[in-house]
């Protein structure tokens, strides 16, 4: 179904490479729906298959401004951009929502995406080639103690600041 430009797509007809596409691309999540939302950069990430879900695993520092949203909110999207994105990316990752608002500085568009329809929309961006609607399904707080690499606490969290993990069930897939 064709939707403002955008396609809805199957999940599991998703060709993308996703380590790429996260890592490389980055993705704005966006936690929360039309008029009560906020939206962080992150180029750390992973889709995959878990508890029969297809699942988005994204992990946000409490001390971001969007960690309350997706505290708040049932889910969040994930947009990419793709090459022209960068600077919208860029701004969206060095400002905060407190007090930016941070489409209108990057020069991006939020827009309602639902997959379920209007009771349930969530917000992505005009500009996107990719976003993903995501229920979340599972959150925890990282803990020092369980990581077994010895390398990944001082190179990442010096400074402590742990991320909170978040698995989402996708939900809905869109792509020009």
Known sequence: MSEGGFTSIDWRLFKENVSELISEEWMLVTPGVPGRWNT?????????????????????????????????ETGFTLSFLGEGGRKALEICGASSGR????????GI????????????????????????????AFAQNLDPYSFVDPTIL??????????????????GVWKR
């Open 99 to 106: 007090d930016t608002d941070k489409a209108k500085a990057a």
């Open 40 to 72: 962080m950069t992150a180029s750390w990430g992973g889709f995959g298959h878990l508890w029969n879900k297809d699942v988005a695993i994204v992990v946000v520092r409490p001390s971001r401004y969007t960690y309350g949203f997706m505290e708040r």
């Open 154 to 171: 001082p190179l990442n969290y010096a400074k402590g600041d742990l991320h909170r993990l978040y698995v989402g069930a996708i939900e």
């Open 109 to 136: 568009t939020p827009r309602a995406f639902s997959a379920r329809g209007v009771d349930d929309e969530r917000v992505g961006f005009e500009e996107a080639r990719i976003v993903v609607s995501c229920r979340k």
